[in-house]
Structures are given as structure tokens and as C-alpha cells.
């Protein structure tokens, strides 16, 4: 996401880095600079002027200038007012600490509304809610059947009425449903058009004055730009929007809708959606983001995505294994298949500060299938084995080899892999314990 922004700000921002000390004209040219970028990147032009005065004016202050590293300095200076534009601080969703909570999801057609409905219901299961979700879209062939689809992928349950009745009859009657079958968040997928039209904003209101929604959530196309950022304003003045959710952002290599939502509307991106699976959506942090733009890394998510995908007391016994070394090759697979659930590789090493921007691993796309060799030949092994791979001889390894449709070699190679994780672990677990003596580290 973000690639070409991300290119153009890093190369600018390395020039000053490198210089011992800055100068007015040095500020000014990149400054010039970066205005062409963000302008390129599809930025509201009102956001970058403000933008670039204040950066330029932060930059031309005594701490810069007197300063032995005044590039960095100007790099945080870029990144501050970045995280600023898009918003500060994580905005979370409101939710009614005394009833049924509603959200209403609204925007465009092929927005990905119907998806993030899904993807929201599946992150509020996962933490203990019990959602529902409701078809308003009578309009749209196929809207409701796509919505059951979502539903049944993430097992929450649909309300649907057909389409022959008004969605705020559906709305009205979907609230009667949730409060006897114990719902406490209610999500409502309304319709959407091609384009914005007063027909659609009316009914819209209707049924927002009929549900009162804890929130009104737009969503956006961020690839569509500042189109997107004019689609948030018309659908914000008809109904008093409370937050965004930015989608296809896993598209988006210019970051134009992100960076002046905020600005323009004056309403919070809620999350952003990166994919079409139902597991692609992150709550949208501009701290995170901005990073991630300049190619610091976005350690944090990194840790939360590993938080969500590992168990914690299978995390708690390998730390006790890696502790006595016994560490096995069971908990080498086990290991493994707990990665995969982080999700794709490339978007973790995206993630991964200095990577993220890293010319040379452009493109370079991680090898799962190396992965998946890697497991197969674990599988082939016998439990003995793989709680005591010293026993594997020759001719085991030809017959883990067949068995798992690899070589000698690559059986060799994992084997070998394993040992040096084994040496790196010795290390680790004698360095630990040498701090414990001495009372440091701990
Ligand atoms: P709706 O008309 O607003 O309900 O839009 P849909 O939810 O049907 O989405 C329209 C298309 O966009 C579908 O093909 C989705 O799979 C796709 N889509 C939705 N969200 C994302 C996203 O974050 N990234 C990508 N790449 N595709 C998305």
C-alpha cells in the first residue's frame, strides 16, 4: 500500500538525512519536493499546503537547524504531521454500554460494504459479541444472497425480509429480531448506488431516524481518491457520518483518500481493509500509519497480528521447552502453522521497519511453498523421529524424502536448519541465566 507515496517521501527525506547541516534552501527544495508527492499521491490540495507550512515552519525552528542531525529531525517533523492529518490518535468503535449497539454501514456501490459487514461481524464474534447482521439492500440483484454468503463464511447469523419491503421496515423488524435472540450488536447493510442520488440519501435518513445507529460508517474505495474524499462529504452532510471505514487500501499506492479524509470531513477512518478475505481488516492507527509510509516499520502490528494468531499457552510451554531445550521438531510444525495463521507473509515483511521500504526486496515475494516443504516433510516423519531427530539416519531420510515428495537434500536442510535453531536457543537460555546470577537482565 502506499508504494509510490512511500518511494517518493523516503527518497526525498534520505537527501536531507545525509546532510550535516541544513540550510533554509535545503528545507526549501524539499519541501518542494515533497508538496509534488503528496500532490501526485492524489492529496487534497488544501491538506498539503497546510501540510507543507507546517512542516517547513517546524523545520526552520532553532532545534532543527542548531541540531547535529537535523535530517532526522526534519523526518520526524514529516512524520508528526503526517500522523496529524490522518487523525492522531486510534478512533474505536462507540458502543451502547446499556443495549443493543447498531451500526449502519453505508457507501457506494462495489464500496466493499458488504464485505467489511463481514469482516466487522467475524472481529466482534472473535471478541465475545454476538452479532447480527440485516439485508437492507433490496435493490442490488443478489445483495441479500451475498450478504447470507458473508454471514454463513463467518457464522453470524442474517436477517433478510426479501425484497419487497422497505429496508426501513427490514431495519425496524431486524431490531424486534435481535432483542429476542439475544443480539447485542446489530450491523445493517444498506444499499448502495452508483452514484450518490437523493433518493438513496432519503432512505438512508429513514433509517437512520428509525435505528438511531451507535454508528454511521462510510465506506470508501481508497483507490477511487479524492473521489472518495468527495463521497464522504455529500454522504456526511446528509447523515452526520461518525467514521470511516477506508477499503482496497491493499491497492492503493498513492494514500490520496487516507491522508485527507480526515481533514476534509473531519471524521475519523475507523479501519482500514486490505484484502478480500475476512481476516483483512486492521483497526487504522495514523501513528502506524505514517510510519509504515515513511518506512519505519510498524513493529506494533506486527506484535498484535502474532498476539491474534498464536496461542498463548502453547507460547507459554515453548518458552518452557526452549528454556530445558527440548525443543522438537513437533514444535518446529506447530510453530509453523501458528505463522500461517499471522496471514501472508509479504504483508508482515511490509511491516518489518527498514524492510518496508527496501528497494531490493521489492517485489520479493516470501517463499510459501518453502513453508509448505518444510511441513510436508515434518509430516512424513514418525513421532519418534521428530521428538528425537538424531535418529534419523539414511535411510530414514530417503523415506521421508519419498514420503514427502522432497529430496535427500531438502530433508538435509531442514535437519541442519533445526540444529542451528537448537544452537541459537543454547545460546540464548545461557546468556539468560548468566544474567540471572548477576541480578541483571532477568
Ligand atoms: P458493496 O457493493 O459495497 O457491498 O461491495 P462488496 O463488498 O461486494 O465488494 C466489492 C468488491 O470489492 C468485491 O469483489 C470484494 O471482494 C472487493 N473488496 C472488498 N474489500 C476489499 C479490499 O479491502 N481489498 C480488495 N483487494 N478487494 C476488496
Known amino acids: ?32 519536493e515533497v508538496k509534488m508527492s503528496l500532490l501526485e499521491a492524489d492529496v487534497n490540495y488544501k491538506v498539503v499546503k ?44 462507540k458502543f451502547n454500554p446499556n443495549d443493543i449497539t447498531y451500526f449502519m454501514m453505508c457507501g457506494l ?40 454468503v458473508v454471514g454463513a463464511s463467518v457464522d453470524v447469523p442474517v436477517f ?50 428509525e435505528v438511531k445507529p451507535d454508528e454511521i460508517l462510510l465506506l470508501l474505495d481508497a483507490m477511487t481518491g479524492q473521489d472518495a474524499v468527495k463521497v464522504a462529504e455529500t454522504f456526511n452532510k446528509y447523515l452526520e457520518i461518525t467514521g470511516v471505514i477506508l477499503t482496497k487500501i491493499d491497492g492503493d499506492a498513492r494514500g490520496g483518500a487516507a491522508l485527507s479524509i480526515r481533514n476534509v470531513v473531519d471524521k475519523p477512518i475507523k479501519f482500514v481493509s486490505v484484502g478480500e478475505k475476512m481476516d483483512q481488516i486492521e483497526p487504522f492507527y495514523p501513528d502506524r500509519m505514517a510510519s509504515r509510509i515513511l518506512g519505519m516499520g510498524d513493529v506494533l502490528s506486527i506484535i498484535e497480528k502474532a498476539q491474534g494468531a498464536f496461542d498463548e499457552k502453547q507460547a507459554l510451554e515453548l518458552q518452557k521447552k526452549l528454556k530445558t531445550q527440548e525443543f522438537n521438531l513437533e514444535d518446529f510444525l506447530s510453530q509453523l502453522q501458528q505463522m500461517k495463521n499471522m496471514g501472508p507473509l509479504d504483508d508482515i515483511l511490509e511491516m518489518i ?90
Open 109 to 148: 456501490q462495489g464500496a466493499g460494504k458488504t464485505t467489511a459487514t463481514g469482516k466487522l461481524a467475524k472481529k466482534l464474534k472473535k471478541d465475545g459479541k454476538r452479532p447480527l447482521l440485516v439485508a437492507c439492500d433490496i435493490y442490488r440483484p443478489a445483495a441479500i444472497k451475498q450478504l447470507e
Open 160 to 209: 433478510a425480509m426479501g425484497d419487497k419491503v422497505s429496508p426501513v421496515t427490514i431495519a425496524k423488524e431486524a431490531m424486534k429480531h435481535a432483542l429476542k435472540h439475544g443480539n447485542d450488536v446489530v450491523i445493517i447493510d444498506t444499499a448502495g448506488r452508483l452514484h450518490i442520488d437523493d433518493d438513496l440519501m432519503n432512505e438512508l435518513v429513514q433509517i437512520k431516524e
Open 1 to 32: 500500500m502506499f508504494e509510490n507515496l512511500s518511494d517518493k517521501l523516503q527518497n526525498t527525506l534520505k537527501k536531507l538525512r545525509g546532510k550535516g547541516k541544513l540550510t533554509e534552501k535545503d528545507i526549501d527544495v524539499a519541501m518542494k
Open 353 to 442: 521497519p527498514g524492510l518496508g521500504g527496501n528497494k531490493k526486496l521489492k517485489g520479493l515475494k516470501v517463499d510459501e511453498n518453502e513453508m509448505k516443504r518444510t511441513e510436508a516433510i515434518i509430516q512424513s516423519m514418525t513421532k519418534r523421529e521428530r521428538l528425537n531427530p538424531t535418529i534419523i539416519n539414511g535411510s530414514r531420510r530417503k523415506r521421508i524424502a519419498a514420503g514427502s515428495g522432497t529430496s535427500v537434500q531438502k530433508v538435509n536442510q531442514l535437519l541442519k536448519q533445526y540444529d542451528e535453531m537448537k544452537k541459537m536457543m543454547k545460546k540464548f537460555s545461557s546468556m539468560e541465566k548468566m544474567g540471572k546470577k548477576k541480578g541483571g537482565m532477568g
Open 50 to 93: 497546510t501540510f507543507i507550512n507546517n512542516v517547513k515552519e517546524r523545520s526552520l525552528g532553532h532545534e532543527v537547524m542548531e541540531s547535529l542531525t537535523p535530517g532526522q529531525q526534519v523526518v520526524k517533523i514529516v512524520h508528526d504531521e503526517l500522523m496529524k492529518i490522518m487523525g492522531e490518535a486510534e478512533s474505536k468503535l
